[in-house]
């Protein structure tokens, strides 16, 4: 057993020098990421909104709620959304940072009063918890707005009113998704390109097929590459993550040590898939055609670059199985909603199996030559 974790820890020590000593390496491990992250981060770290992205959910039948909810359609100020008509679809749009808020017309709203014969009601804003001055600043211009109406029609009486709740969840900014997906694609650069440009080449130098001579295991040689690029990948993405909390300003809710955790099942799962496709490839005229049906179908379909929400169901359905989907999907829950692993159980299920999958082959397929 020593000889087999001296064997271990000293080829993760090559390993990891031999990435740190090729500028190369280091540039698309470390720094090529980091070129995405502020070209998307750019893109959607600020927002220039000069409106609030609503949803007006008309519950009334009154003439006046259906005037009300025209002219509310009309001001620059609202950005209405058409298809949000109703709350649970409204607090699901609030979440992914799609509305900033939701506006109710209760049933009686704008209904005549019994005796005073005039219209009354109150419209309710609902929003976030990250969200509060969206929502708080929504209620004062409806407010304002109520203000007039009443004076039109009675003076003084407060007919129409305004009261904002604030949902438990949180919403995610699209730099919030963003930045999960980015964290994705670095982990592809670091566990699949890795190993798909490394081996062919040592295979080309016969520097594999020396090491078949020895008593080296092919466990240990795998299990020295998987400790060399989790200290490489966490080098990485502590980068990005240093990057987007003082540039971007990333608020992390969840907890650091269960992240950490997470990064680390994840590489190790990512890596098997490069382990394979390198093990088993002759050359690189083998490696990158393989390693590019394997990778663009995930970089595309897993949320790397934009939600899969956005995707039709039946591609979101398939989508979730792949095995980078459950990788960023568990990195997001994290660092937005804090989610914790008893939360991310189905996530954890799914990595789980594929890395049983990824590994298998991978020792079934690998070559020395």
């Not at 934009?306 to 660092?335: C, H, K, Y």
């Amino acid at each position: 057993m020593k000889r087999s974790f001296y064997t271990i820890s000293t080829f993760a020590r090559i390993n990891t020098r031999r990435f740190f000593r090729d500028r190369l390496s280091i540039f698309f491990g470390i720094l090529f990421p980091l070129i995405f992250l502020f070209v998307f981060g750019g893109i959607f770290g600020q927002s220039n909104d000069v409106s609030f992205r609503v949803a007006v959910i008309n519950n009334s039948s009154s003439e006046f709620a259906k005037d009300f909810t025209k002219n509310l359609k009309k001001q620059k100020v609202f950005d209405v959304d058409a298809e949000a008509t109703r709350l649970d679809a409204a607090k699901e749009k609030m979440t992914r940072s799609q509305l900033d808020a939701a506006i109710v017309l209760p049933k009686d709203f704008g209904t005549p009063n019994a005796k005073t014969k005039l219209p009354e009601g109150n419209a309710k804003v609902y929003y976030t918890q990250n969200n509060e001055q969206a929502g708080q600043t929504l209620s004062s211009l409806l407010e304002g707005s109520f203000k007039t109406i009443n004076e039109n029609l009675t003076g003084s009486v407060d007919l129409f009113t305004v009261s904002g709740e604030q949902l438990k969840n949180k919403s995610l900014s699209p730099f919030d998704y963003t930045f999960s997906g980015l964290l994705g694609f670095s982990l592809l650069g670091i566990g699949i390109f890795g190993p798909v440009n490394v081996f062919p080449e040592l295979k080309k130098q016969g520097i594999l097929r020396r090491l078949s001579t020895t008593p080296l295991k092919v466990w240990e040689y795998f299990s020295s590459i998987a400790i060399s690029q989790t200290i490489i990948g966490l080098v990485s993405l502590a980068v990005m993550f240093g990057v987007a909390i003082t540039v971007f300003d990333l608020n992390i809710a969840g907890n650091f040590l269960e992240l950490i955790g997470f990064l680390i099942f994840s590489i190790v799962l990512v890596l098997g898939i490069g382990l394979a496709i390198g093990g088993w490839a002759k050359n690189e005229r083998q490696a990158a055609p393989l390693s590019n049906i394997v990778v663009f179908p995930m970089m595309f379909l897993s949320g790397t670059f934009f939600p899969r929400f956005l995707m039709p169901e039946w591609l979101q359905n398939a989508s979730a199985f792949l095995p980078l989907t459950p990788v960023i999907d568990g990195i997001r829950l994290i660092i937005t909603e804090g989610a914790h692993y008893v939360a991310l159980l189905p996530q954890l299920g799914l990595m789980a199996a594929w890395m049983v999958v990824v590994y298998v082959v991978a020792f079934r397929v690998f070559r020395w030559e």
